[in-house]
C-alpha cells in the first residue's frame, strides 16, 4: 500500500508541474519588430482577431500535448507601459487550425476541431511594464491541445467597450512562424491575414509520457488489490 502510494503521490507532483511555451519562439527573448494597440481604446472596442500559431512551436515541449490554463500577451519593450483598466467583456475561443495557406478572411471558416470557449467575462488589466507578460488571461475552460494533431487557432473577440489607457503589446510582423488577421467584431471577414503576430505565452499542464502513465496505472491497480485484500 505504501508502494502505490508513494507512486500516486510522485504522479500528482509532476503532473502539476506546468510549463510555459512562448510563440512564435524565435521571438522568445527578443523584442518584437512592432507593436500593436489590439487591447486599447478605439480600435480595440469592437474588435475581433484570429492568430494562429504553428504546431512546431509546441511539439518540443509538448510531445504528448497539454491543457493550456493561461495565456499571455507581452507588452512592447519600447513603452508598453499603460494605465490599468478593464477590458469589460472579452471572448475567446481555442482550437485546431489546419495549414497556414488554408487560413479564411472569413473568421468562420477558421473554426476547426475542438473550436471551444475558453474564457467569457471581463478582464482586469494591471498598470503595464514594458516587456511583460502583463496582460493575462486565466482560462475559465482549459484547452487540450495536441501538437501532433495540427496547428493552434485563437479566436479572440472584445464584445464590450472599455479597455482604454492599455499598453501597447509586442508583436512581429515578420514571423512566418504565426499568422494573424484581424477587423471589427462585426464584420463576419477580416481585413485580411498578415505574417506575424502578437507575442504570447502559454502556460501548459503537460500530458504526462506514456511510461510515466502506465506507472501510474500500475501504481493504481496495486492500491485496489490491496484494498481489495484488506476488506473482510
Known sequence: MLVASALLMVAQLQAADPIKVVSPSSF???EGDGDSAIFSGGAGTDVRFQQFYQSANFIGSLPNGGYIKEISFRTDGNGGGGQAAVLTHMEIHLGYAGGFNQISREYAKNQGAGYALVYSGSLDIPRLSSGQYDITVALQTPFLYNPNAGNLMLDYVNVGFGGFGVGLVDRTGTSLETGFL???????????????GLITSFTVDPVPEPGFAALLALGGAILV???RRSEP
Do not use: E, N, T, Y
Open 28 to 30: 522568445k527573448d527578443k
Open 182 to 196: 484581424a477587423g471589427s467584431r462585426f464584420s463576419s471577414q477580416a481585413i485580411g491575414l498578415i505574417a506575424g
Open 225 to 227: 488489490m490491496v484494498r
